[in-house]
């Protein structure tokens, strides 16, 4: 049996919208790349002809990704939990790091399709998000970052659509 992927209602959306995208959009201006550059004759010195077939590869394996990970994918309304303020999948945390620095940051936890760190999006599977699941508002959390051991005050925890 295969296990689903957690999916958050948004990342889903994000990712649906992506697929369309892909199939609406990049595949048809990649298809007429290649035919515009077929027609400039020699295929084989032709850059403009392999470049595009290059493109066309990453955007049928990007869709056919999608469209696994999609079908594969068990989606959650982190807006319907009622975890209070433990975190969970789904949730958004704040958290007060190295107590001395006094710096906030605010992490979601969510899949690992939809995690993206410069959005603020941070995988399940990802260390930090593993030491803070099952945790509360007020607790302290210290995990092994890459860098060496870091301690976070978890300020709150809030679940949003």
Same mark, same amino acid.
């Given at each position: 049996?295969?296990?689903?992927?957690?999916?958050?209602?948004?990342g889903?959306e994000?990712?649906?919208?992506?697929?369309d995208?892909l199939?609406?959009?990049?595949? &048809?201006?990649v298809?007429?790349a290649?035919? =515009?550059?077929?027609?400039?004759g020699? /295929?084989?010195e032709?850059?403009?002809?392999?470049?595009?077939?290059?493109?066309?590869?990453?955007?049928?394996?990007?869709i056919q990704? /999608?469209?696994?990970?999609?079908?594969?994918?068990?989606v959650?309304?982190?807006?319907?939990?009622?975890?209070?303020?433990k975190?969970?999948f789904?949730?958004?945390?704040?958290l007060?790091? @190295?107590v001395?620095?006094?710096?906030?940051?605010?992490?979601?936890?969510v899949?690992?399709?939809?995690? @993206?760190?410069?959005a603020?999006?941070?995988?399940?599977?990802? &260390?930090?998000?593993?030491?803070?699941?099952?945790? =509360?508002?007020g607790?302290?959390? @210290?995990?092994?970052? &890459?860098?060496?051991?870091?301690?976070?005050?978890?300020? =709150?925890?809030?679940?949003?659509?």
């Open positions: 049996m295969t296990t689903q992927t957690p999916l958050t209602r948004v889903a994000r990712l649906r919208a992506e697929l995208r199939k609406k959009t990049e595949r &048809p201006a298809i007429e290649i035919a =515009e550059a077929r027609a400039h020699d /295929l084989k032709n850059a403009e002809y392999h470049a595009a077939r290059e493109q066309q590869g990453f955007i049928e394996g990007r990704e /999608l469209e696994a990970a999609l079908g594969n994918s068990r959650i309304d982190v807006s319907t939990l009622n975890a209070g303020s975190v969970v789904g949730a958004t945390v704040t007060l790091e @190295d001395e620095d006094a710096d906030e940051v605010t992490w979601q936890i899949g690992e399709l939809e995690a @993206d760190v410069s603020g999006r941070l995988s399940i599977s990802a &260390p930090l998000a593993r030491a803070l699941i099952g945790k =509360e508002e607790d302290q959390v @210290d995990f092994q970052a &890459p860098n060496g051991k870091r301690s976070y005050e978890i300020v =709150e925890v809030r679940y949003e659509g």
